[in-house]
């Protein structure tokens, strides 16, 4: 996978509060932020609101280090939160997570549906069903992917892929399948309502029969 860079600009913010946060993005369009974890003290800033928009029209911004600029240091990170308004373009609030290559973090991650298109069980008229999205992985921050693979190349009509049939890239796990029996269906191919598969058309192929003649 080639990785994207994604770097911002950040100053301090040397006011805090509901009010001085709404003078930020209203008069200045700028989004208050906060950035936490490491050694160092959780520190208020702000970002170009413009420039945010844009990183997130990015898919992999979610699931990617990210660089900030604050006073010309540089500090690796994690979007952790994101508040946006409920009915405008605009963001409202982030938190940042500081990490090193080594640091062990936990992350949901986008997935890829890959060869829909030439789906065994979609060719036979089934319906794909999505049941997950994205994934919570664990791994050290220079391991993070920015998405996982789900190939439905061989996908059945009326059969699933499960979580443990992710293929993950070395030293990423998946915490939901550490501790537990649970494997749930990621996406599935089902026979839509009004259309019989064949293995129930073969059943009731054997079941029924002429009347018996009296």
């Known amino acids: 996978m080639t990785k994207a860079i994604f770097e911002l600009d950040a100053t301090k913010r040397q006011e805090d509060g509901t009010g001085a946060s709404r003078r930020l993005r209203r008069i200045e369009n700028r989004v208050p932020a906060i950035i936490y974890g490491?050694?160092?003290?959780?520190?208020?800033?702000?970002?170009?609101?413009?420039?945010?928009?844009?990183?997130?029209?990015?898919?992999?911004?979610?699931?990617?280090?990210?660089?900030?600029?604050?006073?010309?240091?540089?500090?690796?990170?994690?979007?952790?939160?994101?508040?946006?308004?409920?009915?405008?373009?605009?963001?409202?609030?982030?938190?940042?997570?500081?990490?090193?290559?080594?640091?062990?973090?936990?992350?949901?991650?986008?997935?890829?549906?890959?060869?829909?298109?030439?789906?065994?069980?979609?060719?036979?008229g089934g319906l794909i069903n999505h049941q997950f999205i994205d994934v919570e992985v664990k791994c050290t921050a220079s391991n993070l992917p920015e998405y996982l693979e789900v190939d439905l190349g061989n996908l059945e009509l009326d059969h699933s892929i499960h979580l443990s049939d992710i293929k993950l890239p070395k030293g990423v796990e998946i915490p939901a399948l550490a501790h537990t029996d649970h494997n749930p269906s990621i996406v599935s191919v089902s026979t839509p309502k009004g259309i019989k598969s064949d293995d129930n058309e073969t059943s009731e192929a054997g079941a029924s029969g002429e009347p018996t003649a009296e």
């Open 38 to 124: 490491g050694k160092e003290a959780p520190r208020n800033i702000s970002l170009c609101h413009l420039k945010v928009l844009q990183a997130l029209s990015h898919e992999s911004f979610y699931s990617h280090i990210l660089t900030l600029n604050i006073e010309d240091k540089k500090q690796k990170v994690v979007l952790k939160d994101l508040q946006r308004h409920p009915y405008k373009k605009s963001i409202l609030h982030m938190d940042f997570q500081r990490v090193s290559d080594s640091d062990k973090i936990t992350m949901n991650i986008p997935l890829h549906f890959i060869n829909e298109d030439s789906c065994p069980g979609a060719k036979l």
